[in-house]
């Protein structure tokens, strides 16, 4: 079955080193998306993809960003951790098959916590 | 300006009884899907149902409908006969389709509902 998955799951890092978070889908999806949770804010976007060598900024996108080397991968990197990024993250996809009838597929979450 | 609004931070309904999450909107785009998801404590996001902007009639899935007043922005989930399970967080999204907006292909969250149910 076709899926999307992130990895880590939990992560735990110091105030300004680099950290990358994963995404892959199996899923052949064009578009790719990376959203962070808060309490009391929904789901924000960070960045974006609709193909590969296209990205994007979100909402959020201060802090963060991304590269798309080839369908499947959406890589998110925190350039230099600030506790503001504590957070779950959010990686999803969807079909670039109609504008907008298509769910996204969201992957399981990546709780990052920055001390 | 808020795209999607959820005015409900929290909601409590008892087991077998009916409850209706609200959901309001704000887009100038004629074309443009609205969304519901479920997010259980385990984290996850799962989808539930979806209505068109051009849609002429309420979407329903299984004890899932979608209460569409479009006059009036608003796409309401109404979740009938609740079960324990359906204890989570729901979160309604909405997708425009003018490229030229910048936002299109994109979901563009409200805060979430959080739904407890009683036995």
């Known amino acids: 079955d076709a899926e999307i998955t992130q990895s880590p799951r939990h992560k735990i890092t110091e105030t300004g080193r680099q950290v990358t978070l994963a995404c892959h889908q199996t899923w052949n999806h064009n578009n790719m998306f990376w959203y962070r949770q808060d309490l009391g804010h929904g789901l924000r976007l960070i960045h974006y993809?609709?193909?590969?060598?296209?990205?994007n900024k979100g909402e959020v996108s201060d802090g963060y960003s991304v590269s798309r080397s080839n369908t499947e991968d959406l890589p998110l990197t925190l350039e230099s951790a600030a506790s503001s990024q504590t957070s779950v993250y959010f990686c999803?996809?969807?079909?670039?098959?109609?504008?907008?009838?298509?769910?996204?597929?969201f992957g399981q979450g990546t709780r990052l916590t920055v001390v | 300006a808020q795209k999607i609004t959820q005015t409900q931070p929290g909601m409590f309904v008892q087991e077998k009884e009916a409850v209706t999450l609200d959901c309001t909107y704000d887009t100038s785009d004629p074309s443009y899907g609205l969304f519901w998801y479920k997010q259980p404590s385990s984290g996850e996001m799962i989808f539930l149902i979806y209505q068109g902007s051009y849609d002429q009639q309420n979407a329903t899935e299984g004890r899932y409908s979608l209460n569409f007043q479009k006059a009036r922005k608003s796409a309401n989930l109404v979740i009938s006969a609740s079960q324990l399970g359906d204890s989570a967080m729901y979160f309604c999204?909405?997708?425009?389709?003018?490229?030229?907006?910048?936002?299109?292909?994109?979901?563009?969250f409200g805060s979430g509902t959080q739904l407890t149910v009683l036995p």
């Open positions: 993809s609709y193909g590969v060598q296209d990205t």
């Open positions: 999204a909405m997708r425009e389709a003018t490229i030229s907006s910048g936002s299109a292909r994109q979901l563009t």
């Open positions: 999803a996809s969807s079909e670039f098959r109609t504008a907008v009838g298509t769910e996204a597929f």
